[in-house]
């Protein structure tokens, strides 16, 4: 029952978000490990933010987007244990969590954004980092870390020479 259980809420998951590797397990497992509503998460090469579900709707706007387009968060809901077995499948409760997975480009390190909660334009309350404009809008912001890429065999061009050390 309990694999019944974790895989249809694995599949709940995975087929309800639109950003990271979606597939992975430890995405799924990292997200499911998530007690409470905080300030941004860096997770591999992608970013998850929380909000508390007591708010119907929360969406994010990016600065490297200009803000022209809002991602809404979705509910974080997990196999309910108390709930009665059913026979079309798995009860699922809120896990009092809103969530948003956002990959940014690359060429992004400072991730400025803003949170829109019940309509009005905000910063993050979870978030303490935040900065302010030169219109004096107050923009949340998530510092991505530089991730060196390791050098291989295709990185060097054809005709270069390559020096070995005996």
């Given at each position: 029952m309990?694999?019944?259980?974790t895989v249809s809420l694995l599949l709940f998951i995975i087929g309800n978000i639109g950003a990271l590797d979606?597939?992975?397990?430890?995405?799924?497992?990292?997200?499911?490990s998530i007690e409470s509503p905080g300030a941004p998460r860096l997770f591999e090469d992608g970013v998850i933010f929380t909000a508390?579900?007591?708010?119907?709707?929360?969406?994010?706007?990016?600065?490297?987007?200009?803000?022209?387009?809002?991602y809404w968060f979705r509910r974080l809901m997990t196999p309910d244990p108390d709930a009665k077995p059913q026979k079309k499948g798995v009860s699922y409760r809120d896990s009092g969590i809103l969530f948003?997975?956002?990959?940014?480009?690359?060429?992004?390190?400072?991730?400025?954004?803003?949170?829109?909660?019940?309509?009005?334009?905000t910063l993050d309350p979870a978030n303490p980092r935040y900065r302010i404009d030169s219109a004096g809008l107050s923009r949340s912001v998530v510092l991505i870390p530089v991730t060196q890429k390791t050098p291989s065999t295709s990185d060097v061009q054809s005709g270069s020479q390559v020096q070995v050390r005996r």
């Amino acid at each position: 029952m309990k694999t019944i259980m974790t895989v249809s809420l694995l599949l709940f998951i995975i087929g309800n978000i639109g950003a990271l590797d979606t597939e992975s397990y430890q995405f799924v497992d990292y997200l499911l490990s998530i007690e409470s509503p905080g300030a941004p998460r860096l997770f591999e090469d992608g970013v998850i933010f929380t909000a508390p579900s007591s708010y119907r709707h929360v969406g994010i706007a990016f600065a490297h987007e200009g803000f022209s387009t809002v991602y809404w968060f979705r509910r974080l809901m997990t196999p309910d244990p108390d709930a009665k077995p059913q026979k079309k499948g798995v009860s699922y409760r809120d896990s009092g969590i809103l969530f948003h997975a956002y990959t940014p480009p690359a060429e992004v390190v400072e991730l400025e954004y803003r949170l829109v909660i019940e309509g009005l334009w905000t910063l993050d309350p979870a978030n303490p980092r935040y900065r302010i404009d030169s219109a004096g809008l107050s923009r949340s912001v998530v510092l991505i870390p530089v991730t060196q890429k390791t050098p291989s065999t295709s990185d060097v061009q054809s005709g270069s020479q390559v020096q070995v050390r005996r």
